[in-house]
């Protein structure tokens, strides 16, 4: 496996509900991020982990929990989620927090 | 007024044409990106320049420091390069990238 992999591909869940999403690098990268991309809006940084620590979170609500036990992994963990959630969450890594950020194929969420 | 400006928002083509799709921003920058998302949502990284030119294939991009503009150019274009071309900078104050709302393009053959 090669690049920066996302699973799930499309998550479909209640309002009630806990699921997480997850994202692997295999790049050697030190540097990882969740984007949310609504329909026809630019991409929102949502969180940043650089060596494992997290250095920056965008007024993003308590309902998104994100998790980086180690430089290769990293995770959003989703619970009582609203449907204006609903959208593309994008991971993606780089080296160096200022160099060029390579995407994963994204997780389509859906919160009924 | 976004940081970040791309035109035309919306682009429809025929086969072989020349396209260019434009990028203007309002902040110093380290560096600017541009990158191409597929309609699966998968983004990937075409170009990242700071001066000058660069080309790839069939697609060119190029800046003006000065002018504070980039373009995007592709030449022969084919159905495979309907995409969504986004436009980002990486701004001197830090290392977040500022995002272009993006151009849909369509490539009828």
């Known amino acids: 496996e090669t690049g920066v992999t996302q699973t799930p591909r499309h998550l479909v869940m209640g309002m009630t509900n806990k699921k997480s999403l997850k994202c692997e690098q295999h790049?050697?990268?030190?540097?990882m991020y969740w984007y949310k991309q609504s329909a026809k809006k630019p991409l929102e940084l949502m969180f940043v982990?650089?060596?494992?620590?997290?250095?920056e979170n965008n007024s993003v609500p308590s309902r998104f929990s994100p998790e980086c036990p180690n430089s290769s992994h990293l995770f959003l963990h989703l619970h009582t989620l609203q449907p204006e959630d609903s959208a593309l969450y994008l991971c993606?890594?780089?080296?160096?927090?200022?160099?060029?950020?390579?995407f994963g194929p994204g997780t389509r969420l859906t919160v009924t | 007024k976004n940081e970040v400006e791309q035109s035309p928002q919306n682009l429809t083509a025929q086969e072989g044409e020349f396209i260019t799709i434009n990028c203007s921003y309002s902040?110093?920058?380290?560096?600017l990106h541009w990158l191409q998302q597929h309609p699966g949502g998968g983004i990937v990284s075409l170009f990242m320049?700071?001066?000058?030119?660069k080309k790839h294939g069939r697609l060119i991009a190029t800046i003006n420091i000065q002018e504070k503009h980039s373009s995007l150019h592709i030449t022969a274009s084919h159905p495979r390069d309907s995409a969504v071309y986004i436009c980002a900078v990486s701004p001197d104050s830090n290392y977040q990238l500022i995002w272009g709302a993006g151009t849909k393009l369509i490539i009828k053959p």
């Open positions: 993606a890594s780089s080296q160096e927090r200022a160099y060029e950020q390579y």
């Open positions: 320049l700071s001066s000058g030119k």
């Open positions: 790049l050697g990268h030190n540097a």
């Open positions: 982990y650089s060596l494992e620590e997290r250095v």
């Open positions: 902040v110093g920058i380290s560096a």
